[in-house]
């Protein structure tokens, strides 16, 4: 998520020329302090950011600035093209078409240069233990997805049954911090979510495959995104209020009294649950009070687990 943000960061710098730090906030739903980190972020890769304070001010770009035409492979432009096409609808604003025409004639440019494009290794800056084992399944996918080449995989489900498939990949996504490949199954004759974890095998097949619709955002809603959603509450000191704008936006955060205070609504799920216990002491949940009997009863087990009273 953070790549993403800072990326998008630098196309509206790159359209508007100068923006306010509120404006960024609001747009990406996180604290002026973190868009700082992401400026910060920017300036660290050679972007020259302008900051001028007071009337008038704002964040700018030198005026000299200009997106190297090697930043981005053609496979890399044309899939940011076509996500820019889909929600042009969504933004009442022109920045999507600027966009796109930017992009386009960047990809003109280089044509007439004579630049030989290749597609670019796919790297994921992963912030957990799994980044090694990520890495080379999302490079092999993202491989077979352009070249429209099927994969054979072996695959483990959630209830450890082992199974041997042919899939044709189609999108690569990322849902409740897991990653998963979208993919026509030939063995079951239709669309499903294989979680890459899962993958303990994958070879990319001479195969090739006609891509048809798939409706995508469609299937994930009626089939993946049908989550209870809950209206959570939780109190929480300072020194992770960073981490909780990070996650639930700036919006979600108030102060009552001397206490801080985050609420939001979330989708009900193990990931949930997962993510609460992992600030330990750092955070208290108010409501629902079903959700905070569960976060004790799971503490009460991990005390026992290790040799607590």
Known sequence: MQQST??????ILLTKR???RDYLAERFSVS???????LNILEDAGVPIVSVSGVGGGISLADDYTVDKNFLSEAELARIRSALDKTADDFPDNVNRALSEKLEHLGKTRERDGYIIKQD???IDCEYEQAAFLRPRLRTLSQAIEVKRAVEIKYIDSRGCVSYRTV??????FKSGAWYVYAMCRLRGDF???RLSRISDIRITSKSFMRYESRLT???ELEYYNDIYIELEFEFFPAVRESVEDWLGGDAVSERGTTLLARAEVPLTDALYKHLLAYGSSIKVTEPPELAERLKE?????????GGA
């Not at 800072?6 to 196309?11: A, E, H, R």
């Not at 799971?298 to 290790?306: F, H, K, P």
């Open 32 to 38: 002026k302090r973190t868009v700082s980190r992401y």
């Open 6 to 11: 800072v990326f998008s960061i630098l196309m």
């Open 192 to 194: 499903r979510l294989f």
């Open 18 to 20: 100068k923006v306010s």
């Open 218 to 220: 469609e299937k994930l």
């Open 121 to 123: 290794e796919l790297y």
């Open 168 to 173: 044709e990949p189609y999108t690569l996504v």
């Open 298 to 306: 799971d503490a009460r087990l991990m005390l026992e687990v290790y």
